[in-house]
């Protein structure tokens, strides 16, 4: 099924989508995309619907083509202090903040979200594979969180985030049990609830700074 190109014809609309929300570690990543009308791709999709290298083929053509873009991210102590659902909305509205044309309509995608004062949105479930817009900010939200964790993976190679990105996968689980948490690791999350917050081996530790995202 084709991408919807509008919501409300004759508006203009910023899809919004996030990244990283179910992860153990690391940021939450937003984007907000204003496309023009006539954009289309035919790589563009839900960004878990489309292949690693075609979201790098994506994500230079979307920040070309879109009349506004934006990127930002909520770091992990953030999230652990107001918890994901609102740092989720938080880093969507920081991304509206650094649009460069304000929209009249918020896309957004899921079934809830905090509203942002002075535009109207509309929630749309399963809206990254249904509307461009959404689609676009869902690359860039994905592309960019991915480029931040591949960073942290040179820092704390043993979790193996260049490949799960700081999911829960069984290998992640498994070096959290026996490196303990990263200082990158979400303590409220899943298995990093369990573990030890200072148990991660210090003397194995390469590093903590953030790298610039």
């Not at 991408?3 to 203009?12: A, C, D, N, S, V």
């Not at 990283?20 to 878990?48: E, Q, T």
């Not at 900010?137 to 942290?152: F, P």
């Amino acid at each position: 099924m084709a991408l919807k190109r509008f919501f409300q014809k004759g508006l203009i609309e910023a899809g919004c989508d996030e990244a990283g929300r179910g992860c153990l570690a690391g940021p939450v990543f937003a984007a907000a995309v204003i496309l023009p009308p006539k954009f289309s791709h035919l790589l563009l999709n839900d960004s878990k619907q489309v292949a690693e290298a075609d979201r790098e083929t994506l994500r230079p053509i979307i920040e070309s083509k879109a009349i506004a873009w934006a990127v930002a991210m909520i770091d992990h102590e953030e999230i652990d202090r107001i918890n994901i659902v609102k740092a989720s909305f938080k880093a969507m509205h920081l991304a509206i903040d650094q649009l460069t044309t304000r929209p009249d309509l918020l896309l957004i995608d899921g079934h809830i979200f905090s509203p942002y004062f002075g535009i109207v949105h509309q929630c749309v479930v399963g809206g990254d594979g249904k509307y461009a817009a959404i689609a676009a900010a869902s690359i860039l939200a994905k592309t960019h969180r991915d480029e931040y964790m591949l960073q942290l993976h040179n820092q704390y190679p043993q979790y193996g985030w260049n490949e799960n990105k700081a999911y829960g996968t069984a290998h992640h689980r498994n070096m959290i049990k026996e490196h303990g948490l990263s200082p990158y690791h979400r303590k409220t999350f899943g298995i990093c609830k369990i573990t030890e917050p200072g148990s991660y081996n210090k003397e194995k530790q390469p590093g903590s700074q953030i790298p610039n995202s």
